[in-house]
């Protein structure tokens, strides 16, 4: 990149539903662009800057639009200036799915690193807490996701799930192998404050929680959450004046997949296969940049922030960030490797998304937040013991989209 | 209007979503398309080839039938009702698979049981259905495991 960037502040608000009547104090009844702002606010108070600092801004797009939010929750950008006070600076609002969280931190980043700007914020905020996610239109005449999701009745799980049953077919995972997953990934839970779900799970209550989509249970596949986090960015000179530990980006990108993939992608009813081209290809393809960017592979990862939006998706992640074959990253798993804490490899110190539950466009930037409290050492209980130098965080967006980002020390 | 011949009437049997399958039809085909450069399919129908080496030209897409019978990639079951628009009734747990056919071509699509399913397994295209009210039974595509 053409300048050096760093993290010099980062914030989010707790994980839930917002309002939630049993928790009225903690969890408010806000709007979308509301609840960005309690992210953004702590997160410039973090940097140790002035709203009227910040010189660009890219916000995350709501994707349930139809059901609540309505245009606010689209143009969101200028929606949360309209709450933070319009400064006139260049605002962006950006949907890439699940991946739109370290999407925007990219479009935040490039703004520094090209000269534009010094300091850019990258802010997302969702309100996703109900059950399965659905088609947007109702037009089956236009809309391949609404034929799909009518004739074929296949929610997120399902897929998520079909996959899950191809990788036990093939690379011998087992119940058991998917019922761990929640009982280390939970391990760290009840540590971390912004987390929804702060309590471990035993392998016994994982292995009888209800059948959602044979092999995938209740306990191993995420929740749907309301939350918002804010990641601020400074041209890394700058970043060293600001601030006593800026983060240095040593990679950001976003992955779309490669022609060929033979993963039928949700939304999408069939897929091309080609000779040679391997499922998932959009992570992959992010993956890929990401370590030639940083100039390292997966042998210097320390730390790791992954999707593990059911337990298939923490195995599938694993073969994609350490370039490993199926069944390996469960040998791991068995073996402790992956712990959140002790770990060869800690996986997940923030208890991920089966502990937050997924606030779709913003759970990328609060697996930033998590990598910079781990890298700055200010992860309390959930501090990982091994010294880290690289840190690595994916996240995985439906209908083909994916990002990445890898973080280090920058002081 | 109850007691009125059209209760007992045999129901019309209609695509929920039209164009889709060949139909009416004793064997039902799905109806994709095909680049006739490169051989690539796309299911629904598309104006352009998915190859990014193909030329975006209308005319190199051909209309065709996929074959009705393939392997069985993966399945799952859904042991819950998804939320409208889908609508299945009464509702009752359903299997949902991929199915890889010789046009090089994987599609999705509902079984038409849940019971001894297997991946790698042979299917063949029918179609079941989905709800039904006054006048029409609404229906859909849907994978059937193929007798040995």
Known sequence: ?411 | MAGEPSAKKEKKRVPLVEGLFTWPSNQPALIASRCKKCGAVAFPKAAYCPNPDCEKDPQNMEVIQLSRRGKLWSWTIQFYSPPPPFKMEPFKPYAIGMVDLPEGVRVLGMLTTTENIKCDMEVELTVGKLYEDGENEYITWMWKPVEK
């Open chain 1, 1 to 411: 990149m053409e300048r050096d960037v760093a993290i010099i502040g980062v914030g989010m608000t707790p994980w839930g539903r917002y309002p939630d009547p049993k928790q009225p104090a903690a969890f408010p009844d806000l709007t979308m662009p509301e609840l960005a702002v309690e992210a953004l606010k702590k997160a410039i108070k973090d940097a140790g800057i002035s709203w009227r600092q910040v010189e660009a801004m890219v916000s995350g797009v709501y994707l349930w639009v139809s059901q609540q939010a309505g245009i606010h929750g689209t143009l969101s950008g200028t929606a949360i200036a309209n709450l933070m006070g319009y400064t006139g600076i260049p605002i962006v609002s950006v949907a890439n799915a699940c991946a739109t969280g370290q999407s925007i931190l990219r479009e935040a980043v490039l703004a520094v690193a090209s000269g534009e700007c010094d300091i850019a914020v990258a802010v997302a905020a969702d309100k996703s807490a109900f059950g399965f996610f659905r088609p947007q239109s109702t037009d089956g005449r236009a809309d391949i996701d609404y034929m799909r999701f009518v004739m074929c009745g296949e929610t997120n799980p399902a897929y998520w799930a079909m996959e899950c049953r191809r990788r036990m077919y093939e690379a011998g995972t087992t119940e058991e192998d998917l019922a761990l997953v929640k009982v280390v990934t939970s391990k760290t839970a009840p540590y971390n404050p912004y987390a929804r779900y702060r309590r471990t799970f035993t392998l016994e209550e994982v292995l009888k929680s209800p059948m959602v989509c044979d092999p995938l249970r209740l306990y191993e596949i995420c929740a749907t959450s309301d939350g918002a986090a804010a990641v601020v960015v400074a041209e890394y000179e700058k970043a060293k004046k600001i601030c006593k530990k800026p983060v240095y980006i040593n990679a950001v990108t976003v992955g779309t997949p490669t022609f060929g993939d033979p993963t039928v992608r949700l939304t999408y009813l069939s897929s091309n296969k080609r000779s040679g081209v391997p499922n998932l290809s959009e992570s992959r393809n992010a993956v890929r940049k990401v370590y030639k960017m940083a100039g390292i592979g997966p042998d210097k990862v320390d730390v790791i922030e992954l999707p593990d939006n059911s337990s298939w998706h923490y195995f599938a992640y694993l073969d994609c960030i350490l370039n490993l074959d199926p069944g390996e990253p469960e040998k791991m798993l068995r073996k402790g490797e992956t712990d959140p804490v002790s770990g060869k490899i800690p996986v997940c110190p923030s208890a991920g998304l089966g502990a937050f539950g997924e606030a779709v466009v913003a759970q990328g930037l609060a697996q930033v937040c998590e990598l910079v409290w781990q890298l700055r050492g200010e992860a309390g209980e959930r501090q990982v013991r091994k010294e880290i130098k690289y840190a690595l965080a994916q996240t995985y967006g439906y209908a083909g989209n994916n990002a990445a980002c890898i973080l280090s020390k920058g002081w």
